[in-house]
Nanobody, 115 residues
Framework: QVQLVESGGGLVQPGGSLRLSCAAS????????LNWYRQAPGKERELVAT???????NYADSVKGRFTIARDIVKNTIYLQMNSLKPEDTAVYYC?????????WGQGTQVTVSS
């Protein structure tokens, strides 16, 4: 099972930007789905962005045009660039790697958007 470690969270003002990173313990090129999820207090975990092994990306409607997911298969790292952040983006963000035989999660990183 791949191990995942997120970093890059923090406190940012509305309209600001953050880049989250997710370092994987092994090669990610063949992993079917690399995802970023988030969970706000009192809410269910929701899928934010996906990048497939073929390089296709998909986003939740709430973040389209503001967030960008990317993977670096040399560094075995998944990124989430978040721009134009809003208070409603406040949540714990989790990295997820999903294949036929595995479903790995990171420990999460807190993102707080507040003035």
């Amino acid at each position: 099972q791949v191990q995942l470690v997120e970093s890059g969270g923090g406190l940012v003002q509305p309209g600001g930007s953050l880049r989250l990173s997710c370092a994987a313990s092994r090669n990610i090129a063949s992993i079917n789905l690399l995802n970023w999820y988030r969970q706000a207090p009192g809410k269910e975990r929701e899928l934010v962005a996906t990048v497939t092994s073929g390089g296709s990306t998909n986003y939740a409607d709430s973040v389209k045009g503001r967030f960008t997911i990317a993977r670096d298969i040399v560094k075995n790292t998944i990124y989430l660039q978040m721009n134009s952040l809003k208070p409603e983006d406040t949540a714990v963000y989790y990295c997820n790697a999903r294949s036929v035989l595995s479903n790995a999660w990171g420990q999460g990183t807190q993102v707080t958007v507040s003035s």
